[in-house]
């Protein structure tokens, strides 16, 4: 394992930058023209045969929804999500209604690529991304209740971190990467 510090020398410092914040400031107000900004910046992210099998819904402190996302966070992320000026669920579609019918069998993959946009243009407009799973996705299923073929994969919290990154923070190495998947030579 390496630490940051040898890790983030020379990449753009969008990226370097961005970390998950534990804890988010409840006074920090995410706009609509935030808002708007945040999925312009997914919708532009490249897909599978420009599938673009993504789905979103927003909500922050005080609209409805908001609350009906709240209530299916888990104890862990309802300490720090429930702060953040906006939370985000995310949707794929990987299926055409039947769950016999495959849509795109690169339908997660294209999602997270839209929320890696969404979260360097957050980072871009001096806030913070903590994607999620800690919440009750039958409950939020059943809650929210997307069209057929459609399913939440997680929610992102988005705003102004409280605090900075957490000291020590691990990634695997470069040669790693290279390595993992191969037999030694
Ligand atoms: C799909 C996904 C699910 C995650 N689920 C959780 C979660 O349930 N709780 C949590 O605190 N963080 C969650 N995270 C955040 C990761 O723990 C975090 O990205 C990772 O530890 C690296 O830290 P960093 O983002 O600050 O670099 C999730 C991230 C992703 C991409």
Redesign the pocket.
Known sequence: MQHDQELSGGIHPLLAG???P?RFDPSAVVDDRTVDLLLEAARWAPSAGNSQPWGFLTSRPGEPDHGRVVRHLTP??ARWAADAGLLVAALTRSHLGDPHLPYSEFAHYDL?QAVAHLTVQAQAMGLSA?????FDLHGLTSELRPNPGWEI??LIAVGRAAGG??ER?ERRSIADLRSAPWPPP
């Not at 903590?130 to 800690?134: D, G, I, L």
């Open positions: 961005r970390f998950s534990g862990s992320s997270g903590h994607q999620f799973r800690a994969v997680c990154p957490p923070r």
